[in-house]
């Protein structure tokens, strides 16, 4: 099979600011910027730090990845650091070491049917300047990006290699291999695609003033990504699909060198920041149709919660939210079609999928026997609503806050409505109990419009959260966790 025409960066991307790792007291960036061929990085140069280094993270036929390693130390009080890549000049605002923290949570930033070629409409970053503008009233100190950062579907579209296969029969489709020359086009693909997303300037304002931390979810891959059969994901194509997104998401969304990763490593991470503890698992690198974690994941998301022991209040950033609509009924019924419907695939995702229905019991005990200890709140994507759900089990309660999208569109409002009216039926399963409560100021249980979320733990584990949105009214939907460490306890939202 034969790949076609490569695509290239063109133009400079960045710079993003990556947060590599995070102890209490100090904070480990990365700064990176992808140049032109043949291009040379500019010095970099970093207030009380003087000039760093560069390092080559990766170069290709289309560009260089250009990285800065900065190590900076938190202070007793909230302060301001400013960078300088040539003459350009960034200002990044670091938390008070023992101090609350204020953090930005996004997720869906786009649309299945956008890309390169096609020009960008004024209204898709309008939640990003939104963002930018509380940035600038009140600054954040890290951003959160849960999952579909990209959307990668086009690529069946994108790559000739790619159309052929599709048009094949399903045998031969399980069957079919790639040449070199294929696989290259697929990386092009991810690679030209990273640099027109970063490059929006209203996007690239805000990756460039705050240290971010980004986890994947399907459409950085493809739509559906982990739950279509065995004999698809595990077919060459699929796999070389997977490769290159995978190399592509590591060096645009975390900052790692593609040839440094190991096979099968996955990209979770978790830090502590002042009194607030950050766990972010990967929940699509071990992802299959039957499960959501494989043992190196869980492995992972129980060694990382031990970490961050003694924080004040911990955030986990699930991808797909915990506590949702329990949708199970559907799935049973579109899985008994004679035809697969490709929503089918969204409802496999979620973890309240029959599938996952023993994984999903797992996490909530590693959560709840974490959330004994302090306040755990779980923040996810993925729905393209906004909602509030409450998981109590084992004598604590544990917080659901879903955010999503920043750019995608808000699902129709039938679909919505529906939603809403089986979410008003509580969830039993073993000992937890789900609820999804009604929005503070709004009453309903979905928030129907592109949102986001900002973030404020205190330094005693009280947390502070507002839906900002686009939909009717520009007031954000406010809510207050009344947790605080030692008294883990939510408070209700009124009807």
Known sequence: MSGGAAQTTAAAVGPLVFLRAAEPEVLELRVMLVLPPGESPPPCMVEGSGAITPILLDGWSGGAAWAYDIALPLAAVERSVDYALGARRFCLTLPARAAGLRVAYAACNGSSDEGPGAPIQVHRNALWRQMAAEHARRPFHLLLLGGDQLYADAVWQSVPALVAWARKPAAARRTARLDAADGAAIRAFYRARYAWLWRQRDIAAMVAAVPTVMMWDDHDIFDGWGSHPPELQDGAVHQAIWA??????????????????????????????????????????????????????????????????????????????????????????????PVVTAFLDDLRDQ???????????????????????????????????????????????????????????????????????????????????????????????????????????????????????????????LWRDARRCGAPRVSAAPA
């Open 244 to 337: 290159a997104a995978r190399e592509a998401f590591a060096l645009f969304q975390r900052g790692l060198s593609p040839q440094a990763l190991a096979p099968g490593a996955a990209f979770g991470w978790s830090g502590r920041i002042g009194p607030v503890g950050i766990v972010v698992p990967d929940l699509r690198t071990e992802r299959r149709h039957d499960r959501v974690l494989g043992p190196r994941g869980w492995g992972h998301l129980a060694t990382s919660l031990d970490a961050v022991r003694g924080a004040r209040h911990v955030l986990v950033a699930s991808s797909v939210p915990v506590a949702h609509v329990d949708l199970s009924w559907l799935e049973r019924l579109l899985g008994a079609l």
């Open 351 to 477: 973890w309240l999928s029959p599938a996952h229905a023993q994984e999903w019991q797992r996490l909530i005990a590693l959560l709840s026997g974490h959330a004994a200890a302090a306040p755990l709140t779980v923040v996810s994507g993925e729905i393209h609503l906004g909602a509030l759900g409450r998981i109590e089990t084992a004598g604590v309660e544990i917080a659901q806050l879903t955010a999503s999208g920043i750019a995608h569109a808000a699902p129709p409002r039938l679909y919505a409505l529906a939603l809403e009216l089986l979410a008003r039926r509580k969830l039993d399963r073993g000992e937890a109990r789900v609820a999804m409560l009604p929005l503070p100021g709004i009453g309903r249980r979905f928030l129907r419009a592109r949102n986001w979320l900002a973030l404020d733990v205190a330094a005693d584990g009280g947390l502070d959260a507002a839906w900002h949105h686009d939909g009717a009214g520009p007031s954000p939907v």
